[in-house]
């Protein structure tokens, strides 16, 4: 399994930056990578969410997400035929009144074909461009 955890400080409160986090639907106009997202339950502070990924190849995976506001996004798999983990988590931690501090981390496991290096490659080098980019 492949970890990662990452953090950041963003110029808005957590209330902010929660939102743009689960507002899942529009990861495809600012995450290159995100082709499709589907929305396949949403009850209160829980969704279960479908994604159609291009990394490598075309993945498609879906997520089981309990949403805690303004604090937490916290993530287990919920069905794939690639991934053999995908659990993980946004973490938001307000710094005054318009700083938040997020910190995502991520635990992958990918099938015994993929050489461990690649699922690390992957892990950081791209976790900072993602990071990034929900900043902006």
Do not use: C
């Not at 309990?66 to 604090?71: D, N, Q």
């Not at 983990?85 to 931690?93: P, Y």
Request: charged share 25%.
């Amino acid at each position: 399994m492949a970890k990662a955890q990452q953090s950041i400080i963003v110029d808005v409160p957590s209330k902010h930056f929660f939102e743009v986090v689960v507002d899942y639907a529009r990861y495809p106009e600012f995450l290159p990578e995100v082709k499709k997202i589907d929305i396949l339950e949403r009850r209160k502070n829980h969704a279960i969410v479908g994604f159609e990924i291009d990394v490598l190849r075309r993945i498609t995976y879906s997520i089981s997400v309990i949403e805690k506001p303004y604090k937490s996004v916290e993530w287990k798999l919920h069905e794939s035929a690639f991934f053999k983990e995908n659990n993980g988590g946004w973490f938001l931690t307000p710094m005054g009144r318009s700083k938040t501090e997020v910190t995502y981390m991520a635990d992958l496991a990918l099938p015994l074909l993929i050489p461990k290096s690649i699922t690390n490659m992957l892990l950081q080098v791209r976790l900072p461009k993602m990071l990034e980019l929900f900043k902006a």
